[in-house]
C-alpha cells in the first residue's frame, strides 16, 4: 500500500490515534497549496448573519462572492424571507479603479425603499479591502438617514480563515443588542447561539425548552429576528450550541451583560438529553428538572427501539467525519457509536487544541485526526482505512462519491432535521440508506493503492 501523502509542512496537523504522541498543530492559516476545505472570511460571516430573517444581506464586491442564495441554505423562516435574496453592488472594472462607494450607497437606498427591512448588512469582500471603500462611514450616513441599523460587516476573506468571519458576524451582531432602555433579566429565560433552524431545526428546540417551562429570547440567528436580537439581553442564560461560531459573542454578552453560558449540542439522543438537563439544572427549579426529564423519557422512549433497528444492520460499517467545528464532530461521533459505526477518520476546519485533546479521548486506537485537511489526505484516509460512510458538508461529498463511499451530508445545505431527538432518528435513516444502498455494489472503486 501506498504512503499516504502528506505536504511536509502539514505533518503535525495530522494524527493517527494511539501510534502519534505529539500534540497536533492548529489555529493557523491553511499552507499554500494544500488545496484547504476551509472557506474564507465572508463565508464564516455570512453562515452567522445569513438567516436573520428579517434583514437585507448586501454583499459589497464583485457578483460572484453573492451566488450564496436562496436553495443553497438550508435556514427557513417562520415569516420573512429576505435572508433568501442574496443582493449585491455587482462592482465592475471601473468601480475598482474609482471606488464603489457611490453605487453602495445607491443599493442601500433601493434596497432599504423597496424592502422595508428591519435592518441591513453590509458585507466587506476583498475588492473591498484592496481598493478601500469607507464601508463603515457609508453604513453610518445610511443609518442616520433611514433611521435604521445599517450594520458594516468587516469580512475581507484575505484577512484570514472561516473562523475570523465567525468573529466578524459576532461583532456585528453585538452591535444590536441592548440597545433598549429596558434591561431588566428575564427569570427562566435563554438565548439559545449557534442554531440555523436548518430544516427548522431550532423550532424544535425552542418547543423542547417551552415544554418545560423555559422562555427562548430569541435564537442566533435561525429564524431571527433584528428586535429579539435587541432584547437579547434581557436572558438570563445563553445556551451555545455551535461554540466555534458563537462563543465570541457569549463571551461579550457575559462580559457587558453578565449573562452566563453553557456549552452543549443538540445532535444525537445522549448530547440533547445532556443539553435539557444542564440548562434545566442550571435554574434549578425542581418542577422545571421533573418535566424536562419526562420529556426526555418520553422522546427516547419512541425513538430508541427503531435507534436499535438501524443500529443491528449497521453494526461494524466504518466512518469518516469532517466538519467545519470540532464540537460538532464529538457529537457525531458519539451518534455514530450509538450506530454501531466506528469512526476511523476524525476532523475539522476550525477546531483547537482542546478540541483536539478531547476528540482524541473519544476516537479508538487507531483514528487518524485531522486538522484543516485538503481532498489528496481526504480520499486518501478514506480508501486506507476502508471508510463505509462519509459525514461532512458540500465540499466533501465528491470526494465521497468519486471513493464509492455513501455519503450523509451534515452542513448547512442540508434540508433534513438532523438536530433532536426526531434528528437523531432521521440521521439514522439517512445513514443506513445510503450506507446500505445496493449502487454500491456496481460501482468498481478506484484503484488507489497498488
Known amino acids: 500500500?501506498?504512503?499516504?501523502?502528506?505536504?511536509?509542512?502539514?505533518?503535525?496537523?495530522?494524527?493517527?490515534?494511539?501510534?502519534?504522541?505529539?500534540?497536533?498543530?492548529?489555529?493557523?492559516?491553511?499552507?499554500?497549496?494544500?488545496?484547504?476545505?476551509?472557506?474564507?472570511?465572508?463565508?464564516?460571516?455570512?453562515?452567522?448573519?445569513?438567516?436573520?430573517?428579517?434583514?437585507?444581506?448586501?454583499?459589497?464586491?464583485?457578483?460572484?462572492?453573492?451566488?450564496y442564495t436562496w436553495d443553497i441554505r438550508g435556514s427557513i423562516s417562520s415569516g420573512p424571507e429576505l435572508h433568501r435574496l442574496s443582493f449585491s453592488t455587482d462592482l465592475k472594472e471601473n468601480d475598482v479603479i474609482y471606488g464603489g462607494e457611490k453605487k453602495l450607497v445607491a443599493a442601500i437606498d433601493d434596497l432599504v425603499e423597496k424592502y422595508k427591512p428591519n435592518a441591513v448588512f453590509v458585507y466587506a469582500t476583498c475588492i473591498i479591502g484592496i481598493i478601500g471603500d469607507d464601508v463603515a462611514a457609508v453604513c453610518k450616513k445610511a443609518a442616520v438617514k433611514f433611521n435604521l441599523p445599517v450594520i458594516p460587516v468587516h469580512s475581507e476573506g484575505f484577512k484570514g480563515t472561516k473562523k475570523d468571519g465567525y468573529k466578524a458576524a459576532c461583532d456585528a451582531i453585538f452591535t444590536l443588542i441592548g440597545d433598549v432602555e429596558n434591561h431588566e433579566t428575564e427569570p427562566l429565560s435563554i438565548n439559545i447561539l449557534g442554531e440555523f433552524n436548518l430544516a427548522g431545526e431550532a423550532w424544535k428546540i425552542r418547543e423542547y425548552y417551552e415544554k418545560a417551562g423555559i422562555k427562548v429570547c430569541a435564537v442566533f440567528t435561525g429564524d431571527g429576528r433584528i428586535d429579539e436580537i435587541k432584547n437579547s439581553h434581557r436572558a438570563a442564560l445563553n445556551v451555545v450550541q455551535c461554540s466555534g461560531s458563537m462563543m465570541n459573542l457569549a463571551k461579550m454578552m457575559e462580559e457587558k451583560f453578565n449573562i452566563p453560558f453553557l456549552r452543549v449540542s443538540y445532535f444525537g439522543f445522549e448530547d440533547t438529553a445532556d443539553a435539557l438537563y444542564k440548562v434545566a439544572e442550571h435554574f434549578g427549579e425542581k418542577e422545571i428538572i421533573h418535566k424536562m426529564r419526562e420529556l426526555v423519557k418520553?422522546?427516547?422512549?419512541?425513538?430508541?427501539?427503531?435507534?436499535?433497528?438501524?443500529?443491528?444492520k449497521l453494526k461494524g460499517k466504518k466512518a469518516a467525519v469532517y466538519v467545519g467545528g470540532a464540537f460538532k464532530a464529538f457529537s457525531l461521533v458519539t451518534a455514530l457509536r450509538?450506530?454501531?459505526?466506528?469512526?476511523?477518520?476524525?476532523?475539522?476546519?476550525?477546531?483547537?487544541?482542546?478540541?483536539?485533546?478531547?476528540?482524541?479521548?473519544?476516537?479508538?486506537?487507531?483514528?487518524i485526526i485531522v486538522d484543516d485537511s485538503n481532498p489528496v489526505e481526504l480520499a486518501e484516509f478514506a480508501i486506507q482505512k476502508e471508510v463505509d460512510i462519509f459525514v461532512g458538508g458540500v465540499k466533501e461529498r465528491p470526494i465521497a462519491m468519486k471513493m464509492g463511499i455513501g455519503f450523509c451530508d451534515h452542513n448547512h445545505e442540508r434540508k433534513i432535521a438532523l438536530a433532536g431527538f426526531e434528528g437523531m432518528l432521521n440521521f439514522a435513516k439517512e445513514v443506513y440508506e445510503t450506507t446500505m444502498s445496493p449502487v454500491w455494489n456496481h460501482y468498481q472503486k478506484r484503484a488507489w493503492y497498488e
Open 338 to 367: 450509538n450506530l454501531g459505526i466506528e469512526v476511523v477518520l476524525a476532523g475539522s476546519q476550525t477546531g483547537n487544541k482542546e478540541d483536539y485533546v478531547t476528540l482524541k479521548k473519544m476516537c479508538n486506537e487507531g483514528t
Open 1 to 67: 500500500m501506498k504512503a499516504i501523502k502528506i505536504l511536509k509542512d502539514r505533518k503535525l496537523q495530522v494524527l493517527k490515534n494511539g501510534s502519534d504522541d505529539h500534540e497536533i498543530e492548529c489555529d493557523k492559516s491553511s499552507l499554500s497549496g494544500s488545496v484547504s476545505q476551509r472557506a474564507c472570511v465572508f463565508c464564516g460571516s455570512r453562515v452567522v448573519l445569513y438567516p436573520i430573517a428579517d434583514a437585507i444581506h448586501l454583499v459589497h464586491g464583485p457578483i460572484g462572492c453573492a451566488v
Open 298 to 312: 418520553d422522546e427516547i422512549s419512541e425513538i430508541y427501539p427503531q435507534i436499535l433497528n438501524y443500529r443491528e
